[in-house]
C-alpha cells in the first residue's frame, strides 16, 4: 500500500495566492488517504479571508494522457486557478506540473515509502517516497528524483551544458527547477527553506 499523509496547515498556507484549486486524486485503490484530516484543513483554509477555494477530485493524475483530458473537462477550474495545492503521491503532483507549467502546483501530501508497494502508473515521472515532499517549494519538479545526486539545496555546479556531470544524457534536475521558478517568479521560494533530508522517513 502507498501511504499519502497530509501536510500540515502551515506547510501549505504561505504558498496559497488567490484563487486556490484542491486537486485530489483518489484514483489508485492501493493509496492509504487521510479523508478527516484533509477535510479539516479544507474547511479551516476557507474560513480564512482573502482566499476563494475551490475543489475538484480526480484519480489517476499520475496517468499523463488521462489527466490532460481531466483538465480539458474542467478547463474553467483551472483557468482560474492562481495555485493549485494537489493532493496526491509525487508522481501526481509532478504529472500535473509538468501539463500546467504556468500554475504553481504545491503539494499537500507527503509520499512515504511501504515495502512491496508494486510501483506507479507508467510515468515519465518518479517519486522516492521519501516522506518530505519539496514539490511545493521547486516548482513541481522533484530535487531528489531529477537531479542525479539528490541535492535538495540547489545545483553542485558540475553542469555542463545543462547536462548531469554523473548521468551525462540527463538534464540537470536543479537547472530545470530554477528555470521553471525564474518563470513562475518564484526564484526566491526554496531558499532556506528545505532543511536536512530526514532518512528515517525512507528506511
Not at 501536510?7 to 486537486?23: M, Q, R, S, T, Y
Amino acid at each position: 500500500m502507498l501511504i499519502t499523509q497530509v501536510k500540515k496547515i502551515e506547510e501549505i498556507e504561505p504558498h496559497l495566492n488567490g484563487n486556490v484549486l484542491f486537486v485530489v486524486c483518489l484514483g489508485c485503490k492501493e493509496v492509504l488517504f487521510e479523508t478527516e484530516k484533509y477535510n479539516q484543513l479544507k474547511e479551516t483554509l476557507k474560513a480564512k479571508p482573502g482566499t476563494n477555494f475551490n475543489e475538484l477530485t480526480l484519480d489517476y493524475l499520475c496517468n499523463h494522457d488521462y489527466t490532460l483530458k481531466r483538465i480539458e473537462l474542467h478547463k474553467n477550474d483551472f483557468d482560474k486557478a492562481d495555485t493549485l495545492v494537489v493532493f496526491a503521491c509525487g508522481v501526481g503532483i509532478q504529472t500535473l506540473a509538468g501539463i500546467l507549467p504556468q500554475k504553481p502546483a504545491i503539494s499537500g501530501c507527503n509520499t512515504f515509502y511501504v515495502p512491496g508497494f508494486s510501483g506507479f502508473t507508467p510515468s515519465k515521472y518518479d517519486c522516492e517516497q521519501c516522506g518530505e515532499c519539496h514539490l511545493g517549494y521547486t516548482a513541481g519538479i522533484c530535487p531528489i528524483t531529477a537531479c542525479s545526486k539528490g541535492l535538495l539545496n540547489g545545483p553542485c555546479g558540475g553542469t555542463k551544458n545543462g547536462k548531469c556531470e554523473v548521468t551525462k544524457s540527463k538534464e540537470c534536475g536543479w537547472e530545470k527547477i530554477l528555470l521553471k521558478m525564474n518563470e513562475l517568479k518564484e526564484a526566491d521560494k526554496c531558499k532556506d527553506k528545505i532543511k536536512l533530508r530526514d532518512y528515517k522517513k525512507v528506511t
